[in-house]
Each structure stands twice: as C-alpha cells, then as structure tokens.
C-alpha cells in the first residue's frame, strides 16, 4: 500500500511569508504527527491529530499550526516565516489502538526560508 | 517526561565489522523504544521496535537491538557493516498512552569506510 505522502518535497520562501504543507497518511491510518528537523535541534515533535482533533502539542509558538481533515490528511501552516523555520518537516501517521502500532513516517518537506 | 541520550555522534566502522550504537532512556515506566535510520534528505526508516515481551528484538537490514531495564538502555547492533548502512541513526522513545508523541536521541552518523 501507498505509504505517507508529503507534498511538496521542497519549498522556498521569504521571511514574513506563510507556508501551507501537507501531508496524506497511510491508507486507515487516523493519527497524524508533525516533526521539525534542524541541525542544531535535532527532530522535534510539533503536534499530533487524531480524528480532526490536535490531541498533543509541542513546544512551538503559535505562529505553528495544523489541522486534519475527515479524510485523515492533515496540514500543517506557518506564519510569518523566519529564516530559523528553515527546516525538515517530517509527517507520521500511525493506526492507533493497535498494541504494535508504530509511527511510519514521509519523506518530508525541506522549506528555506531567505 | 521522557528523553532519549545517544552519547556517539558519529561512528566510523569498517564494513564487514561489527556496530554498536548506544541509546538510553528516561521514562517512568516502561516505555515503547523504536530505532529508525534516516539516509541524507530523506524521512524516518523503522528498523525495529520494542514493546514488551523478548528484550532482545530483531529487525530489517540484519539489524537487532536488546532493551536492558535496569541499565534504561535499548542499544542497537549488527554483527557485520555493509557500505550501504552509512546513514544516520535515532532512538526515539515513546510513551504508553494514547497519543503518538515520540521524543528522538540526537542521532548517530555511521559511516563505513572500505
């Protein structure tokens, strides 16, 4: 079966600008999660949805958000970008409920911001 | 809170030798332990998990990893290198609830030189 999908795969934008990214879990997968990946910070939990609803969050400001739509697809925004939002954005999804359930993640969106 | 500690940051091994990487953990109790391997610009592989049960578990690639309660540790090994295992490696823990937050090491570059 198709595993996550990301799109898009690379994005550049400009401080002060918004960014929208999306991704489309596993096929009856119902759980999403976002991850944040930099050098510096290492990969960092960002939130995580369940049936439309944001169950978990990280430490990330508000100008981080996300939402999932009936269909399990979710997408994360960003808003007012700076350049240290520059980043790999990783989505997993996962099929909760399970006892042997784990995260299978994307191949993620790499966004620059200049 | 749980967190994970991978004290190598990088680790050249030759191929054919034998690796191990290191990983422990913090948690209150027993947590969920997965190792995922990443190669340059792509998303998170699972190469093995821990829930219960055998602390010794197998996973793809010839990989294998022992999960030691009294030490909190979940080290990974594998007995003989191949050059195509040069990529980056993570512990991630995560907790025994309902949402799917995983809390990652800071990873372990291998490369396998010839």
């Known amino acids: 079966k198709a595993g996550v999908t990301q799109t898009p795969r690379y994005l550049i934008k400009t401080r002060g600008q918004q960014v929208t990214l999306s991704c489309s879990p596993i096929s009856g997968h119902r759980s999403v999660s976002w991850y944040q990946q930099t050098p510096g910070q290492g990969l960092q939990f960002l939130f995580e949805?369940?049936?439309?609803?944001?169950?978990n969050k990280g430490n990330f400001p508000g100008r981080f958000s996300g939402r999932q739509f009936s269909n399990s697809r979710s997408e994360m925004n960003v808003s007012t970008l700076e350049l240290g939002d520059s980043a790999l954005y990783l989505c997993a999804s996962s099929f909760p409920g399970r006892e042997n359930t784990e995260a299978f993640f994307g191949q993620g969106t790499r966004l620059t911001v200049v | 809170a749980q967190s994970v500690t991978q004290p190598d940051i990088h680790i050249t091994v030759s191929e054919g030798a034998s690796l191990e990487l290191r990983c422990n953990y913090s948690y209150g109790a027993t947590p969920y332990l997965f190792w995922y391997v990443q190669s340059p610009g792509q998303g998170l592989q699972l190469l093995l998990k821990y829930f219960s049960g055998d602390t010794l578990v197998q996973g793809i690639k010839g990989f294998e990893a022992e999960f030691k309660r009294s030490q909190s540790s979940f080290n990974l090994r594998k007995p003989s290198v191949h050059w195509s295992d040069a990529a980056e490696y993570f512990c991630?823990?995560?907790?025994?609830?309902?949402?799917?937050?995983?809390?990652f090491g800071a990873g372990t570059t291998v490369t396998v030189r010839a």
């Open positions: 991630a823990v995560g907790a025994r609830s309902n949402d799917y937050k995983l809390s």
């Open positions: 949805y369940f049936s439309e609803t944001q169950r």
